[in-house]
């Protein structure tokens, strides 16, 4: 065979391959030009990457729609549960607790505070003012400020007072200076004890006054004493119930103590590091002692309970049942009661509110005045029962029975 091919045939064959690339690429779509000619043109012909999709059309325009009210078809659980229950409205206070004093004070609020977290009726007012006294009242004036707070009897309804760690100074009494604790300053320091209270028990609102714990200074700890004394006696004597926290706060020497046991006995840090004011802890045990005279008031203040009156259908169903238990146990009906004829049942006496004095130590008597007789002698009793119950002899045993230890069986 003969492999060669001539001249001729291979320039016809160049020109049918280049013919036939040109209609290849002319009935191709166009594509969008590239930077690089040859990936173009080899896509074309040996195909190019997956096509991507399309980005979607915009959606036909339509005018926006007004937003539906939603109707509620439930009446909240905040109108028909009770202020304070789970998923009802927050309770609203209804007893205020006005706590006035010095930095002390400012503790005693925050103690009251945690002591009442669970009573969301009682609100803690903190009134107190921290560099305040009862002596320098050209900075506060607590006589002026207890007035003022009487005054206004709807929003204090128990005053706590705690105040004496700035008074040791001079009391002045018009233009003369008197020297702390001296005779005629505690006259006059006592008189402004008495002028904060008074207002207080005028309008009717009760006072406790919380006296100072010991101190770790021995000269402040035997003034706190000597304040103490001023306290107890001015502030009963207006009127003021006097809390005692002095042995609550010291050792068994009576003595200041940094460490003691809190309101679940447990020993704790009570006293801050300048040895008066309180911590936490110290703070929450001085509310302790507070709580029971506030219990008290906050009792006072309750109203009393309402007697519900039922609708009269429930109420004739109430008395109809009544009635049928007083016919089955065959007592007497309470009330008068129309039968069919008429005729009007008999109406029961009415009870005694309290019935005849009877003495529990005297020596019985009968009727006639005599001392009462020994009763009849019973009847005669079966031999056996006299025998085992009245003289404690054992019962006679039986064969066979539990109680029959005889040996050999039979």
Not at 242 to 270: H, R, S, T
Request: glycine content about 8%; overall charge neutral; proline content about 9%.
């Amino acid at each position: 065979m003969n492999l060669r091919i001539s001249k001729a045939a291979f320039s016809r064959t160049l020109r049918l391959g280049s013919l036939a690339i040109l209609c290849v690429l002319a009935g191709s779509p166009s594509a969008p030009a590239e930077d690089n000619a040859f990936p173009g043109f080899f896509s074309h012909i040996f195909g190019g990457p997956p096509a991507q999709d399309a980005a979607p059309s915009p959606p036909p325009y339509s005018a926006p729609r007004k937003a539906k009210k939603k109707v509620r078809d439930f009446v909240p659980v905040t109108a028909t549960r009770a202020p304070g229950a789970v998923g009802g409205a927050p309770a609203q206070a209804s007893f205020y607790i006005d706590v006035l004093g010095d930095s002390l004070g400012v503790s005693t609020s925050d103690g009251l505070t945690d002591a009442f977290a669970d009573k969301p009726e009682v609100a803690v007012i903190d009134k107190a003012r921290d560099a305040s006294g009862l002596v320098n009242d050209g900075y506060y004036d607590w006589v002026k400020a207890a007035k003022d707070i009487a005054v206004d009897k709807g929003k204090a309804d128990f005053v706590v007072v705690m105040v004496g760690i700035n008074d040791i100074q001079a009391l002045r009494d018009g233009n003369e200076a008197l020297d702390p604790l001296s005779d005629r300053w505690r006259d006059k320091y006592g008189q402004r004890v008495e002028a904060v209270v008074a207002p207080f028990v005028t309008a009717h609102i009760p006072v406790a006054w919380v006296g100072l714990p010991p101190m770790r200074a021995d000269k402040f700890n035997a003034q706190a004493i000597k304040l103490n004394e001023i306290y107890k006696e001015h502030a009963e004597k207006a009127g003021a119930k006097y809390i005692d926290i002095w042995d609550a706060f010291a050792d068994q020497n009576g003595q200041y103590d940094a460490f003691g046991p809190n309101i679940e006995g447990q020993n704790v840090k009570l006293r801050g590091g300048d040895g008066i004011l309180l911590t936490k802890a110290g703070s929450r045990k001085v509310a302790h002692f507070l709580e029971a005279e506030i219990h008290k008031a906050l009792d006072k203040n309750k109203p009393a309970t309402e007697v519900a009156s039922l609708p009269p259908d429930i109420e004739q169903a109430a008395d109809d049942i009544n009635a049928q238990i007083r016919r089955e146990m065959g007592a007497p009906p309470s009330i008068s009661a129309v039968g069919p004829t008429g005729a009007t049942a008999p109406v029961a006496p009415a009870r005694p509110l309290a019935g005849p004095i009877v003495s529990l130590t005297a020596r019985p008597m009968s009727p006639g005045g005599t001392l009462i007789a020994r009763g009849p002698t019973p009847l005669a009793e079966p031999a056996e029962i006299t025998r085992v119950i009245r003289l404690g002899e054992p019962v006679d045993t039986r064969a066979g029975r539990a109680d029959d230890f005889s040996w050999p069986r039979l």
